[in-house]
């Protein structure tokens, strides 16, 4: 038997829908650990991707830590694939897009009221926003996109299992979703 | 019997005055489309439609069909390049599906499924475009705007009232609407509009129905765009009355 | 907004609008000519004014934005007092326009693209004006500025600064030369006004369609149609009215031999037109000036009004009873789309300059869906001397295929800059030998939508077996990048794409953002792919020429001269599609954070 494939999964700017919807394929998870042995992932909290055949991400790019994470990936997996809207077009966060991103921290930390004495956060521990939520295309490249918000269970199984084959991964009628 | 044109290797008969399109569709030959609208002249703008015609690339809903034409259609040359225009309008507009009472039942999303576009692959260009809530029944999201102009034209040609233009040159072309306010709420339009049946996206959208249907029952959940144009085609042009490719307006 | 409410308009203002729409009979397809007076007038289109106008033209009043919002030169927001554009083609470039318009910039304490805070002035930069010969050239409220210099620049900021009006600037300042710096047939013809036509009564309408078609006469405009058999189609087509319009919306960056044929010979092509009205069967034409060339609107009105009064136009032409055509004189508004024929068409209509689907053609459905005929400036001048010389001496002249004369505008890096006239079939080194050129590296003939050659083609001919023109030849030396001269070219196509098809409203501008990432070193190999793969979209799928056409300048640059784009790009597969670290400024600025993790690296 040929040696599993290193998968790591990660969310950036996401809310982890795009996992828990990864964890729908259900008992099929465990036909997929035949096959796959997990590296960084939410599943079994290893900080820092080594190197892999695969890497699924979730979320758009918000801030310089995403920035950062996504280099990670990048430089440690073969294939990269873009889960989910945010992924892909930067989905719920990008609809700061047409706002000033100072106008946005200032009205958050400094004039709504209840905010007397307030003070924008300048921690240097706290990554810093990017003035835009970008997709990950726009940053890094990206070999796949699975859309959907987030995508079934079944169409991440499809997708998967067809990667996992050597074909190109097809959704088809029913499991392509961009909602 | 009537003329025919070859389509992807078939025999396709046509009317004359007929249009490469319209003779397809009438057929049960399914040809990609956006702006084009059976109860409507054919525009040309979006370009889904582009067809080979003796080699030559063109858009079938303008292109007068004629006998012993060699159509090409479906072929993986120009659905590489459909799919190259649906996500050029991705990126063009603000297209957020999740939040969008469109969603299931729009037509950019419908060819996006059909074409199998996975991502928009270009650098979003995220435009400004302020939404229109000042009507009561009535909002507009310009956001999603693919500029078919379809409420243009059903308003003028069929609702005789003008309430929808075009402004602006290329890439800041947008929508505007007909009154010095710039609001909708200062337009003559009804809900009883042609207008407001005709979007192909979600940009005109009645309030307080939205999300109606449920996940699983909206139009193009059930069937393939490439399916649900076909039923929609047989329509004669100008007859009035509902189209199948509208939404019920009830 | 109420009239009253507007400070603007006040009852002189509603009496000037009064006089105007009636002196254009209250005709909505006039509303473009009407905006243009309307622009000049109050300088830019006020709110009062637009619901005025919808109502005495009984049009939606959105029709007015409609259709200002398409041309460059209309505002529906107050403008500057001053409205300063600096022709932005390559070759005004290449003489400093750029820096020209930085120092206004700093001298009149303003942005480009912006107006000032006390309203007087507004600078940017526009179109190609036609005057690439005499650069860098600019238009300050309308009217052409040509051989800007420091100096230049320096005493229109001060004239500017005084309010002083327009008509009080130096002569000099507008000052347009011809350059002719090689005449033929058509530059050297003697011909008496009304000779031409004369001849061409006594011999009849199908008479002049028989000889021009057998002169081989082909469009000057650039696609290079057979003239005499679009004017035989247009003369059988069906139709109430019959048009003759004269294209003279010469848009194409590099391009300004119909300014100066409009200058010089302006009585041969009315009397092309006027011959042309004969073969069809029109008693209507129209000259569709750009409106860069607005400073030449009343001399030809003058010439229009003289041939009126020597019976060469009007009614009974020559005296024959039944020959009747008039012409009227139309102007652009900044919209290098209308030089389309079926674009201009519909600005003629006074709507959006939109190229229509066709068929139907022009010739059988074109000006109010009626039989029109629609020709270049020169092609109706070369259509004149052909009727003239008759069909074998004009065929002698030229090539087998490509007939008679043609007008060449040489611009860039020459010594003498201007107008050529050559048959048909002199080749590219000839050119360059006649107009002083040294070291060219690469010329771009017709323009930015025509064909880039290098040093290895300069035995090429034109003439339609090889390189068709419509008559712009622009040199760049071996000083040049013809990278940036290609991404000049891109920002034109996106800036004049009139967004109706897909892949030309979006393409246009994705393109540009890919060059603009390349030029700002941070292009890749991925991005050329892109660029490639854009160009085939937009050449398979766009609704007219200038979509078709608006990737050439990339893909001839590429094909001839590839370094200079791969000497921009990284030795990365990929690079983000923005600046990773300058995305971080403005949360640096708002949190005063400057720590290393405040900064991003593009590649980790």
Known sequence: ?179 | MSDTFQLDGAAVPFEPGQTVMQAALAAGHYIPHLCYHPEFKPHGSCKLCTIKVNGRTTASCTMPAEAGLSVESDIEELNALRRTLVQMLFAEGNHFCPSCEKSGNCVLQALGYDLEVHATGFRHLYPDRPIDASHPDILLDFNRCVLCELCVRASSEVDGKNVFALAGRGITKHLIVNSESGLLKDTDIALTDKAMEVCPVGVILKKRVGFSQPIGERRYDQRPISAQALDDAPRQTGTGGSCAACEDPS | MLPDNDPRFDAPARKWMDELISRHGGDASRLLQILIEVQEHFGHIPPAVAIRLSGALDIPYARIENVASFYSFLHLNPQGEYRVLFSDNITDRMLGSETLMEQMCQLLWLQPGKVSEDGLVSIGPTSCTGMCDQGPAMLVNGRAITRLTHQRVQEIAQLIRNRTPLSDWPADFFKVDDDVRRSGLLLDNKLAYGEVLHAALAAGGQNIVDVIKASGLRGRGGAGFPTGQKWEACRNAEGNRHFVVCNADEGEPGTFKDRVLLTRQADLVFEGMTLCALAVGARKGFLYLRGEYRYLLEPLRAVLQRRRDSNLLGESILGKPGFDFDIDIHLGAGAYICGEESALIESLEGKRGVPRNRPPFPVTHGYMMQPTAVDNVETFCQAALAMHMGADKYRAIGTEKSSGSKLISVSGDCAYPGIYEYPFGVTVREILQDCGAVNTRAVQISGPSGICVGENEFNRKLGFEDLPTAGAFMVFDDSRDMFEVARNFVHFFAHESCGFCTPCRVGTSILKQTLDKIADGHGTQYDLAEVENLDRVLQTSSHCGLGRTACNPVLHTLKHFRPAYENKLKSLMFSPAFDLDGSLARARQMTGRDDAGAHLKENE
């Open chain 1, 1 to 179: 038997m040929s040696k599993k494939l290193r998968v790591a999964t990660t969310s950036l700017a996401g809310c982890f829908g795009c996992h828990m919807s990864f964890l729908d394929i259900d008992e099929r998870l465990l036909t997929l650990l035949d096959l796959v042995e997990f590296d960084r992932s939410p599943i079994n909290d290893i900080k820092h991707c080594g190197p892999c055949d695969i890497g699924i991400i979730e979320g758009g790019v918000c801030n310089a830590e995403n920035v950062h994470v996504l280099h990670e990936f990048r430089k440690n997996c073969k294939i990269l694939i873009a889960i989910g809207a945010c992924a892909i077009n930067g989905g719920l966060p990008a609809q700061r897009n047409h706002l000033d991103l100072g106008s946005c921290l200032t009205e958050v930390y400094l004039t709504e009221p209840g905010l007397a004495h307030g003070h924008i956060p300048n921690d240097p521990e706290l990554p810093l926003p990017l003035d835009k939520v970008h997709p990950l295309h726009e940053v890094v490249k990206i070999d796949y996109f699975i859309p959907g918000c987030p995508p079934s269970g079944d169409a991440i199984w499809k997708f998967l299992t067809d990667l996992i084959a050597g074909k190109t991964p097809e959704l088809g009628h029913g499991l392509i979703k961009y909602d």
